[in-house]
């Protein structure tokens, strides 16, 4: 595959891409373009588009799942854009951040160095900016639309970078206008912070890192919540309530410690966790008659 870009923007070919991935899961890519800027990204959005080459935007690979037998076209990693910037306005604090800025080390930063309040639901989330815009992410009862005041982004099909407020993201559930727009790349997202004047926000946070550790299963491979929370129920106690903890499909497994997650014991496929979400599924449906959707996001080959 030729792409006519830049020679300073990095490219690398065949990448395995079970490096890429928290599942530790999937076969090789043929191209990985790794932007360092704004005009680096959106030249490779331009320039792929105008090729016809297959693309797909990572962030951190820690919500997918690659397919065993690669990816045929050109997948964009944004880890290397993760500058940040922060402004102040009377007792609210700013904090702009590129899409490819951890989200956890975003809130550890703004919470213990900063001393501020709004991201400690986000602490130990091992997603980017981007990605937690993308799918509005959240836990313990915080969610990205609580603090994003506004996005920048990349229209691909007007081929200039524009400004969404707030209400504009179209924010829902594990689900935004990125999410129905594919022609929309987030760029950098301004989040709206306050202080944290009784250190309230840095024990929340704390406790929400711990309560991860106790509960979820992050010593194994896995890419967290497996499937999103049916209306009225929560997903994981149906998996539960099936008896289905333990089960396991090669070596994809639902975790015996939160039955919310599929984990990699070692040595999983791609198609060792789609069948094993597939029967967990159809369990569900039959026990329950409630549609489990999934949250971990399947990349196929082609």
């Known amino acids: 595959m030729i792409l006519n870009l ?62 065993d037998n690669g990816y045929r076209g050109a997948l964009i990693f944004t880890k290397n854009m993760n500058s940040t910037s922060m402004c102040r306005e009377e007792d609210i604090t700013f904090i702009t951040a590129e899409c490819g800025k951890k989200l956890t080390e975003l809130a550890a930063e703004t919470i213990k160095k900063h001393s501020l309040a709004g991201l400690e639901f986000a602490y130990g989330i091992p997603g980017t900016v981007g990605g937690a815009v993308y799918m509005n992410a959240g836990a313990y009862g915080g969610e990205m639309k609580d603090i994003v005041v506004e996005s920048l982004c990349y229209d691909a099909e007007k081929r200039t970078l524009v400004t969404l407020d707030a209400t504009e993201h179209e924010f829902t559930y594990r689900n935004s206008i990125f999410a129905k727009n ?73 975790s015996e410690k939160h039955a919310g997650f599929v984990i990699n014991k070692g040595n999983a496929t791609c198609s060792d966790v789609l069948n094993l979400t597939d029967i967990i599924k159809e369990k569900i449906k039959e026990h329950f008659n409630v549609k489990l959707e999934l949250e971990i996001i399947y990349l196929p080959e082609k």
């Open 182 to 254: 594919k022609n929309l790349t987030v760029i950098s997202a301004k989040l709206k912070l306050t202080d944290d004047t009784d250190g309230s926000a840095k024990a929340k946070a704390l406790a929400n890192m711990q309560s991860r550790k106790d509960k979820q299963p992050l010593d194994f491979p896995n890419a967290g919540s497996t499937f999103k929370r049916p209306d009225g129920y929560i997903a994981a106690k149906l998996i539960d309530d099936c008896g289905l903890k333990g089960l396991s499909v090669g070596g994809a497994c639902v």
């Open 6 to 67: 830049p020679a300073d923007i990095e490219i690398k070919t065949d990448i395995p891409l079970d490096k890429y991935s928290s599942f530790k899961i999937g076969g090789c890519a043929d191209v990985a373009i790794f932007p360092k800027s704004i005009s680096e990204l959106t030249r490779s959005i331009e320039v792929l588009r105008t090729s016809g080459t297959r693309f797909d935007i990572i962030g951190n690979g820690t919500n997918i799942l690659f397919d």
